[in-house]
């Protein structure tokens, strides 16, 4: 049985850091590229960040370019995703996407809410 469980949202004040996890199971996660979405309220769920497989190459919408980070740790089947300098418009649920062809998995999300 697929399980995607993401955690690490909260509330956090503009400037400030969180980093979320996503914790995987009942597929073999190394061969599966792991991204990040995000939904803000209202607005349609978009790409934030992708990391292939082994971590070999990431990719970042160019809104958290410099500020979010994606890493993976297969030997945890865990992805994450390091966010600083957090804005107010980075408030949303993130979502975390397992990809290979014929097969996309996904979770139930983590809010985030940056406000002061």
């Known amino acids: 049985q697929v399980q995607i469980v993401e955690s690490g949202g909260g509330l956090v004040q503009p400037g400030g850091s969180l980093r979320l996890s996503c914790a995987a199971s009942?597929?073999?996660?190394?061969?599966?590229?792991m991204s990040w979405y995000r939904q803000a309220p209202g607005k349609e769920r978009v790409l934030v960040a992708t990391?292939?497989?082994?971590?070999?190459?990431?990719n970042y919408a160019g809104s958290v370019m410099g500020r979010f980070t994606i890493s993976r740790d297969d030997a945890k089947n865990t992805v994450y995703l390091q966010m600083n300098s957090l804005k107010p418009e980075d408030t949303a649920v993130y979502y975390c996407?397992?990809?290979?062809?014929?097969?996309?998995?996904w979770g139930q999300g983590t809010r985030v809410t940056v406000s002061s």
């Open positions: 996407n397992a990809y290979r062809l014929w097969h996309d998995y």
């Open positions: 990391i292939t497989t082994s971590g070999g190459s990431t």
């Open positions: 009942g597929f073999t996660f190394s061969t599966y590229a």
